[in-house]
């Protein structure tokens, strides 16, 4: 793979231009055109956004397709006799307001500058800090990232385009985090492949619409070679403590490593741990007494051969929604044990190869790569997810007009592809709103597996686990020779189990006791010059943006405040307390006008105290802005 190289030359005849256009995104090439052309007329009234639901070509009638892909033609055989060479730009403001208005439906003035920066032909970076630090007054300015997953391979990107020193401490042998450890069969991403890029590696041979792991895995190391990462990264390393040195003004680490434990310190440390990497067995009793294999989604055992055997699956989340289908093609008898059915939204391209003319239109059209990534992001970046309307008669069935709209047309898929298999339709249909939970994408497969003679829906509660199988509440026994747990994660438990003590000696678990806070997901009052990536509160909910854009985001903020740090002495600076609990309150009301706030189903968005430290409950464009830079009045600088 590569990251977006050099336009390749128009070199096909006619015919095989004609077929190829029948691959394209038609909105993202009916943009294309109008920036080749220039000519804002071809915008048709009305909007060819996709919203949330998938929908074909943006909803442009058949002919309006064929009237695009005939002019099409005629300005790409003109470029290819012309042997056009320019490289793709930007667009032009107008063009920026006027295209996009068109695809959002909205008028999108708000959004220009979120988008002057996001809508960037392959190869820009406009995200590169704007500073240096050999111009800045810092002396020994370091920076300590703890792990090499997306986000710690992002904030060391752009340290090394600061001229910052940096190490990253890395507890596995290779970058990657959650790309690297889940290798269940059928991993794959479930954000199209083209938003799911940092806006400055932008890939154009994207095999799938929804690349595999090892395609993403791929892209991550891709990513610290171009950038001469590697270098910087010391791996099998955990770093096991951060301590704050208030005399120093520093912080002081203890790492363990392959080599033996390392002590190092670090003007300021960014953590980058990811969140959904503690894999969370279920409380099952007699769960240790199963004497066959017994594995979880991601710790996947691959010397466990399934073949002919009788294979238990515990969950029914987005990871085992990946792995069913894949391993019932081998199990003797596959057993799905359900505790919650998941909502399934239509994805016709999920696991569907993008097409040999469809990739030919990235490496050879001009623009069009541009633009196709913007029609991907554009639903995601406006509009608060899933908020519950009070005008609406709310209930576990939906929160507001629009959610029942969305029900409705996911029931109606369900029930189109069990119309042979109606007695499964109760069991799986879900009795929460749609956004409580995660959704997942649906190409046929998960149904197509349940329906199987070889395969068992099992929607009793497991009571126990035995020495060879389990156990249902209804009393009923299930032999297993194997379990595989889709479980889920730890995922309330952040940055654990790496311990941090900040100022006066503060442990930050014993502060947030069971529910962590942040400040824009980023800065805790009374740990100085500590960031977070990923942190509480920025997981994305709508599936409608990446959340690689978060870690954009939260990179640029930290980036801001690390410039504010290189100043003469050694500055620290802490957010307010008032101005981080002024914030989460501000979240948290919020949270409960959020399906997953209000429903009462279990999720992993919610913890114990009952309170959502997950997810970020506002749209994209409220975080970006939020993340430009840092409001010094929001910290104690000194
Ligand atoms: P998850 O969504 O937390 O699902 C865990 C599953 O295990 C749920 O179905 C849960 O049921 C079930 N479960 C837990 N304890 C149980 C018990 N004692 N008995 C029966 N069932 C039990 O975990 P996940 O599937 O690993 O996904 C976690 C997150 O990772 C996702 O939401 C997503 O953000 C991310 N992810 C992303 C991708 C992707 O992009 N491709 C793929 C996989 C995961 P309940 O629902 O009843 O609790």
Known sequence: MAFSGPLEPIDLDDDVLAEYLREADVPALLLTLVQLTGDLSLLPSGTAGRGWLHQEQGGLSPDRQDAVRARALRVLRDLRDRRFRAPPSAPDPDLLHTASSWVMGRDTTDLMPLLREQVQPPGSDTGAPDWKLDETAARDFRVVIVGAGPSGLLA????SQAGVPFV???????VGGTWLEN?????????????????CATRTDWPEHFCTQEELLGYFRTFATEFGLYEHIRFRSEVTSAQWDEQRREWSLEVTTDQGPVRDRARAVISAVGQLNRPRLPDIPGRDTFTGPAFHSARWDASVDLAGRRVAVIGTGASAFQFVPEIAEAARHLLVFQRTPPWMRPSPDYGKPLSEGALWLFRHVPHYAMWYRFVLAAPGLQGAPWVVDPRYPVSERAVSAENERVRAVLV????AQLSDAPELLPR????YPVGSKRVVRDNGRWFATLKRDDVTLVTEPVTEIDAGGLRTADGARYAADVIVYGTGFQADRFLEPMSVTGRG???LHKSWNGDARAYLGTTVPGFPNFFCLYGPNTNLVGQGNSILFFSECAVTYVMDALRRLTGPGRPCMEVRQDVHDRYNAWIDEATRERAWGWTSVRTWYVNEHGRSPQNWPFSALEYWQRTRAVDPGDYLME
């Not at 990253?168 to 290779?174: D, G, S």
């Not at 290798?183 to 806006?199: E, I, K, N, Q, W």
């Not at 109606?412 to 029930?415: C, F, K, T, Y």
């Open 156 to 159: 060391a990107h752009r340290l």
């Open 168 to 174: 990253v401490y890395e507890k596995n042998a290779e």
């Open 183 to 199: 290798t269940y069969p059928g991993c794959r991403v479930d954000v199209p492949s083209h938003l799911y890029t940092f806006a």
């Open 412 to 415: 109606a898929a369900m029930e």
């Open 428 to 431: 799986v249909i879900p009795g």
């Open 505 to 507: 000696g503060a442990d």
